[in-house]
């Protein structure tokens, strides 16, 4: 049984960051991508960044690269998504994800195994 976990969303101002965690308990496969999404209200869920395991390879969406970062703490099972310089616009509700097999770039929902239960981010 996998679960994911996600903390560190919040309420911030246009410019300012947040750094959200996703703890994974439970084994997901030898090799395997962790990614978040994204969802803001009334629009289609939106894959924002993913990670493989040993976190040699990121992908971000268009949209965030360079104001976002993915990482991975192998030895503590969590992924962060460090976000900066944020704009209104990524507003929703962000969800973490764990795939089986390797992160290849833009994801679909459906390549994903695992969810967790989402973090509100908010930025006004």
């Known amino acids: 049984h996998v679960q994911l976990v996600e903390s560190g969303g919040g309420s911030v101002q246009a410019g300012g960051s947040l750094k959200l965690s996703c703890a994974r308990y439970g084994y997901v496969s030898r090799s395997s991508c962790m990614g978040w999404f994204r969802q803001a209200p009334g629009k289609e869920l939106e894959w924002v960044s993913g990670?493989?395991?040993?976190?040699?390879?990121?992908y971000y969406l268009d949209s965030v690269k360079g104001r976002f970062t993915i990482s991975r703490d192998n030895a503590k099972n969590t992924v962060y998504l460090q976000m900066n310089s944020l704009k209104p616009e990524d507003t929703g509700m962000y969800y973490c994800?764990?795939?089986?097999?390797?992160?290849?770039?833009?994801?679909?929902?459906?390549?994903?195994?695992?969810w967790g239960q989402g973090t509100q981010v908010t930025v006004s």
């Open positions: 990670i493989n395991s040993g976190g040699g390879s990121t």
């Open positions: 994800a764990a795939a089986r097999g390797w992160c290849t770039g833009v994801a679909r929902s459906d390549e994903y195994n695992y």
